[in-house]
Each structure stands twice: as C-alpha cells, then as structure tokens.
C-alpha cells in the first residue's frame, strides 16, 4: 500500500549520525536498518490482510468501529512518510529543488493511486483492464499518501531552518523547535472537528452500481436530516465525499457491509439480511476527502519521531522520548474509544483512531529500533528488511496482485486453471484439510517470504523501484 519512505520504496536516503557519548571515536553514518524493516512489516501486513482477510475476518478492516489488524496497516505507512521526511529532505539544502522533488513525487503517487486503485486494473481474478471513466475512484491509499506526503514535506522545507538550531536540554524542547508542524496538526484538528460534528446530513439516494449485485441499477433512499453522527449512514465524511466526488466515483464494497446489521454472517461477507437498512447497499470512500485531512496527522507524528532520532543524542535518550509517547498515545486512544467519547474509526479516521495506531506505530518501531540498531539482531528479519527496501515494487507487484493476474493469465480450457489455484489448492488448503489454515499458510510462504526472496535478490543486483 504504498511509496512509503517519503516516498517508501527504495531504502535511499535513511542515513543518520548515531553518535554514542561512551565512544571515544568519531561518530559514523550507518544505515537505519530498522525503518526498512518496519516498512517491510507494514507492506508484509498488507499482503497478509488483503489476501486471507476473507478467511480471517480478524485480520480484514472491521466493519465499522474498532481496529482489527488490517486497520493499522494505513497509519503505519504515514508514520513511516514522516519519518521519511524528517530523513530525506534534511539531505536537500537547496529549497527550491527540494520543492520541486515533492511536487514531482506526489504527482507520481497520485497516477499510480489512480492506475492501481482507480478501476483500471482487476488483477488478480479477472483477466480484464480498464475504467469506465463516470466510475473512475478518485480516491485511495497512493493518494492518502500524496496528500499527507506534500503538506507534510511542504511544512518541514518551511522549518527546514530550525534543524540549524541549538536544542536546549529537556524533552519538550523538540516541539518548541518544531512548532509549525504542530500549529498545522492543530488546524488539522479543529477543521476536522468542525466538518463531522457540525455538517447538516439530509436524507440522500443511491443507484447501485455494482454488475455483479442481483438489485444492480435499483435505487435506494437513505433517511439521515441529522448534525453530528458518526454511523455508517448519516456521517459528513460520506456526506461531502458523495457531494464532491460523486457517489459513483466511491468504493463499492466498503467494509461496512459485513457489519451486523447488513448480514447474518458477520464480520465474513454473506447475502445480506432481509432487513437489512438500504444504507448497507451503498458505497463508501474509506480514503476519502475528510478523512484524508485527518490523516495528516499520523504523518506529523511520524516526523516528529525522525526529528527525535536526528536532534537526540544516544540510544537511551531517543527510546525514552519514543516509549512514552507512544504509550501515551495509545492509552488517550483507548480511553476515548471505550468511553464512547469518539469511537476508534478507520473509515472517518476519528482522533482516537490516530492516537492507537500512532501509538502502536510509535511502540512498534521503538522495538525494531531495540532489537536491530542497539543490538544488532538484523538477520533474523532480513526478509523483512529486503521488503522494506523495495516497497513499491513488492506493493505492486503482490498486494496489487499485479503479478498473480499476469500469472492467471495463463490458463488451462478454464480461467481457474492456473499455477496460483492449483499451488493454492495441491500445495496448501488440500495439505492441511482446511481452506482457512490453508489460504493463511499460502499467504504466509507463498507471497511473503516468496518476496521477501525476491527483493533480497533484487538488494544485491542493486535493483530499486525508485519514485
């Protein structure tokens, strides 16, 4: 799910002083193996959800409130921008080439967000391409990159001057050194609260859209007249979602839809109940316009983190900053989550779903950084790492099913004939009796590790996907 390094692709610019008071000798640059590997994980968790979420419902999105595996996949990649950011961009003195590298960047982003989640390709299972332009999806997980990667980047050439500066001693020093970044985190917030909470939502209609639905082309009417609602229906994410972008022009199968109310076999899919409300028909944007706004912020945080590992000196001082915050982060989430004060919510992005996956985020990275650049345990995920180092590529080619669609092309008298199924079928569901255990293992061994491979002979030819 994405150009994740700033640009989270190629392992380019993460170099880093790490300089150790109790060392005599001149401090070296060396190579932060465990951003790469943090990104890896982060592309490996996407393949994982994408592919055995339907088996699993656990590891899929969940159906509205909460967080399941799957929902943290998009904010760790934004943490990972960010800390990009801070990296990469210290490298360019120049502004205006520095700009302009952004520009170029996100205008690159943004057609490969259109190409591969905009309709065009239907690989892995059909063996067909192209959009209908009046359902193109504007929207999705390249584009919410894009869009926090240019204000995020803009923002920090804009305070590029303070990493200049002297840091005086103490934690909050860091956030007074930076405090645009946190004055536009700010703004962030109070838009983002002022469009759910205060938006007027009318009663609305939908045609559905999708040819494969028995009730395609039938028209449905959704009764909201309501201010302030975060369910399904009747929330200002979709309301200006369908008002700008166009409802035809939205995701057609939203998670929502294996929720409770719409079928008796939630969370897996399944024909929906009998009374089930028309809302559980439409689609929805879960990488839309709002919800991308607030999605800055996971970006922000993530910056904050690199500015910590450029500014703090040591090990110890940097993991005492991380730890805490992401603790801090996390338990403000679970706290606004469980007392109904707003709920945990990929698909609105709601505060409380930026505090857990931010701080999970934060927590998880501290024990890369723990285990890989303080004490050197960096072979045991080198697959991992070898993944984080050509993300794009691996993002592509296997969570955009890019190459099992080339693979499926290939068939026997019938188009589910082919090495995939048959390797799926013969090699794992059949081995092991079950489909669900089966389809996991595949997913794991298959796909992961199988790229994970890939891209680790790709590290030694020298070959990056590099946007």
Same mark, same amino acid.
């Given at each position: 799910?994405?150009?994740?390094?700033?640009?989270?692709?190629?392992?380019?610019?993460?170099?880093?002083?790490?300089?150790?008071?109790?060392?005599?000798?001149?401090?070296?640059?060396?190579?932060?193996?465990?951003?790469?590997?943090?990104?890896?994980?982060?592309?490996?968790?996407?393949?994982?959800?994408?592919?055995?979420?339907?088996?699993?419902?656990?590891?899929?999105?969940?159906?509205?409130?909460?967080?399941?595996?799957?929902?943290?996949?998009?904010?760790?990649?934004?943490?990972?921008?960010?800390?990009?950011?801070?990296?990469?961009?210290?490298?360019?003195?120049?502004?205006?080439?520095?700009?302009?590298?952004?520009?170029?960047?996100?205008?690159?982003?943004?057609?490969?967000?259109?190409?591969?989640?905009?309709?065009?390709?239907?690989?892995?299972?059909?063996?067909?391409?192209?959009?209908?332009?009046?359902?193109?999806?504007?929207?999705?997980?390249?584009?919410?990159?894009?869009?926090?990667?240019?204000?995020?980047?803009?923002?920090?050439?804009?305070?590029?001057?303070?990493?200049?500066?002297?840091?005086?001693?103490?934690?909050?020093?860091?956030?007074?050194?930076?405090?645009?970044?946190?004055?536009?985190?700010?703004?962030?917030?109070?838009?983002?609260?002022?469009?759910?909470?205060?938006?007027?939502?009318?009663?609305?209609?939908?045609?559905?859209?999708?040819?494969?639905?028995?009730?395609?082309?039938?028209?449905?009417?959704?009764?909201?007249?309501?201010?302030?609602?975060?369910?399904?229906?009747?929330?200002?994410?979709?309301?200006?979602?369908?008002?700008?972008?166009?409802?035809?022009?939205?995701?057609?199968?939203?998670?929502?839809?294996?929720?409770?109310?719409?079928?008796?076999?939630?969370?897996?899919?399944?024909?929906?109940?009998?009374?089930?409300?028309?809302?559980?028909?439409?689609?929805?944007?879960?990488?839309?316009? +709002?919800?991308?706004?607030?999605?800055?912020?996971?970006?922000?945080?993530?910056?904050?983190?690199?500015? +910590?590992?450029?500014?703090?000196?040591?090990?110890?001082?940097?993991?005492?900053?991380?730890?805490?915050?992401?603790?801090?982060?996390?338990?403000?989430?679970?706290?606004?989550?469980?007392?109904?004060?707003?709920?945990?919510?990929?698909?609105?992005?709601?505060?409380?779903?930026?505090?857990?996956?931010?701080?999970?985020?934060?927590?998880?990275?501290?024990?890369?950084?723990?285990?890989?650049?303080?004490?050197?345990?960096?072979?045991?995920?080198?697959?991992?790492?070898?993944?984080?180092?050509?993300?794009?590529?691996?993002?592509?080619?296997?969570?955009?099913?890019?190459?099992?669609?080339?693979?499926?092309?290939?068939?026997?008298?019938?188009?589910?004939?082919?090495?995939?199924?048959?390797?799926?079928?013969?090699?794992?569901?059949?081995?092991?009796?079950?489909?669900?255990?089966?389809?996991?293992?595949?997913?794991?061994?298959?796909?992961?590790?199988?790229?994970?491979?890939?891209?680790?002979?790709?590290?030694?030819?020298?070959?990056?996907?590099?946007?």
């Amino acid at each position: 799910m994405a150009e994740i390094k700033a640009d989270t692709s190629h392992h380019q610019s993460l170099i880093v002083s790490e300089p150790d008071v109790s060392d005599p000798k001149p401090s070296k640059s060396k190579h932060l193996a465990s951003l790469d590997i943090f990104r890896g994980l982060t592309v490996s968790l996407m393949i994982l959800v994408d592919d055995a979420g339907g088996e699993w419902p656990v590891l899929g999105h969940a159906p509205w409130n909460g967080c399941n595996l799957a929902d943290f996949v998009m904010p760790f990649f934004l943490f990972i921008v960010g800390m990009s950011i801070a990296l990469s961009l210290k490298r360019i003195p120049d502004q205006f080439v520095a700009v302009k590298k952004v520009i170029l960047r996100t205008l690159k982003l943004l057609f490969w967000g259109l190409l591969l989640q905009g309709g065009y390709s239907h690989a892995p299972d059909k063996l067909t391409y192209g959009v209908d332009m009046k359902e193109l999806r504007w929207c999705g997980i390249l584009q919410r990159i894009a869009l926090a990667y240019l204000v995020v980047a803009l923002i920090e050439i804009v305070s590029r001057g303070a990493e200049t500066k002297d840091m005086a001693p103490g934690t909050f020093s860091i956030f007074k050194l930076y405090y645009w970044h946190w004055l536009v985190a700010g703004c962030v917030l109070v838009i983002y609260f002022a469009v759910i909470y205060g938006t007027y939502v009318p009663d609305w209609q939908f045609t559905v859209q999708d040819r494969e639905r028995t009730d395609y082309g039938k028209s449905y009417t959704v009764a909201c007249g309501v201010r302030g609602k975060l369910d399904p229906p009747c929330n200002a994410v979709g309301y200006i979602d369908r008002e700008v972008l166009g409802i035809s022009h939205m995701y057609q199968k939203p998670a929502w839809k294996r929720s409770k109310a719409c079928t008796e076999n939630s969370p897996y899919a399944g024909p929906f109940r009998n009374d089930a409300p028309s809302w559980c028909r439409a689609p929805f944007e879960p990488e839309g316009i +709002v919800s991308s706004i607030s999605a800055i912020l996971s970006a922000i945080i993530g910056v904050h983190f690199g500015h +910590v590992l450029i500014h703090m000196q040591g090990h110890p001082a940097r993991l005492k900053h991380w730890v805490p915050t992401g603790c801090a982060l996390l338990s403000l989430g679970i706290i606004l989550h469980f007392s109904h004060a707003i709920p945990s919510n990929k698909q609105l992005y709601t505060f409380s779903y930026v505090c857990i996956t931010s701080g999970a985020a934060a927590l998880v990275f501290s024990a890369f950084y723990l285990m890989v650049d303080i004490w050197s345990i960096r072979y045991l995920f080198l697959p991992l790492e070898w993944i984080g180092m050509n993300a794009m590529l691996v993002y592509v080619m296997a969570a955009e099913g890019i190459l099992a669609g080339f693979v499926n092309g290939w068939y026997y008298k019938d188009p589910h004939n082919t090495l995939v199924y048959w390797i799926q079928k013969h090699v794992f569901v059949e081995v092991w009796h079950s489909r669900r255990v089966g389809i996991l293992l595949y997913v794991l061994f298959a796909e992961i590790l199988f790229w994970g491979i890939v891209a680790g002979v790709l590290h030694r030819l020298g070959i990056y996907w590099k946007l």
